[in-house]
């Protein structure tokens, strides 16, 4: 009876979810599932088209709707998926679009180097150990002749991404980006406070996703059956330990 509980309460265990998603391109490997989990216009928005489908900035820390009442945030860019993207514009007289980034679990300042890759991304990194240190991947729809830029910006303070490889998907041409979270002031091995926010510098960026590429183990909750059968377990034993002492014989 206890191996099969024992069995059981492994089973329990070995059942749960594998949060593992890992792809590669051009030398850089990654999790599509540390992908943002919610991006929202935090300044700016698209404010041309269709009335429907205009997006304004976020007001306050309500349901994510624009001062409009219409949806705020920016599907295109939330998740992993290089088919869709949100254009970053500079508006004029206008504030810059700004999209806030919420990721499912918090980015970290891994310890490493986060150095641009020869060749203009063509080839990819040197090796592994070259983006290490780069904790956040942009990936970015190169389909635009004005050369734009990204910045990354964390409680006011603002910085470049290195290139680390460019590659063509589905006809579609990618490039990716890093960001290392040293630039940005958090010490090695800390997290950085959520949420972080992306902008242009230069150009209309067309970004498609962006990833964690160093981030905190998610808790993973103990299921409400471990804990029936480890109180079971428990249970066993000190029944055991009771019909031991009713047996043993009298001083």
């Known amino acids: 009876m206890k191996k099969l509980l024992i069995a059981a309460f492994a089973a329990t265990f070995t059942s749960l979810p594998a949060f593992a998603a890992p792809m590669t391109m051009t030398g850089v ?28 900035a976020c007001a306050g ?3 994510p709707t624009g001062p409009n009442g219409i949806e705020c945030r920016a599907l295109e860019a939330q998740g992993f998926n290089l088919n869709t993207y949100v254009e970053i514009d500079g508006n ?6 700004v999209l806030s980034l919420l990721f499912p679990n918090p980015v970290v300042n891994g310890a490493g180097s986060c150095v641009a890759s020869p060749n203009k991304g063509a080839t990819g990194p040197t090796s592994a ?19 734009p830029t990204i910045s990354l910006t964390l409680n006011g303070v603002s910085v470049l991404g290195v290139l680390l490889a460019q590659e063509g998907v589905n006809s579609t041409h990618v490039a990716i980006w890093g960001f290392d979270l040293t630039w940005l002031g958090v010490p090695v091995g800390d997290a950085a406070n959520n ?6 510098e230069a150009g209309s960026p067309d970004v498609a996703a962006v990833v964690g590429l ?21 249970g066993l034993g000190a029944a055991g330990r009771r019909a031991a002492m009713r047996r043993a014989p009298a001083a």
């Open 29 to 56: 490997s990654f999790d599509t599932d540390n992908a943002v989990a919610q991006a929202l216009w935090a300044q700016g928005g698209v404010t041309t088209g269709p009335a429907a489908s205009r997006r304004e």
């Open 61 to 63: 820390s309500g349901p």
């Open 92 to 97: 004029g007289t206008a504030p810059d679009d």
């Open 129 to 147: 150990a070259s983006y290490a240190g780069c904790d956040l991947l942009v990936f970015e729809i190169l389909n635009q002749a004005d050369n």
């Open 195 to 200: 949420p972080l926010f992306i902008s242009r």
């Open 214 to 234: 160093n981030v905190a183990a998610p808790v993973v909750p103990i299921p409400a059956a471990a804990w029936l059968f480890a109180a079971g377990l428990a």
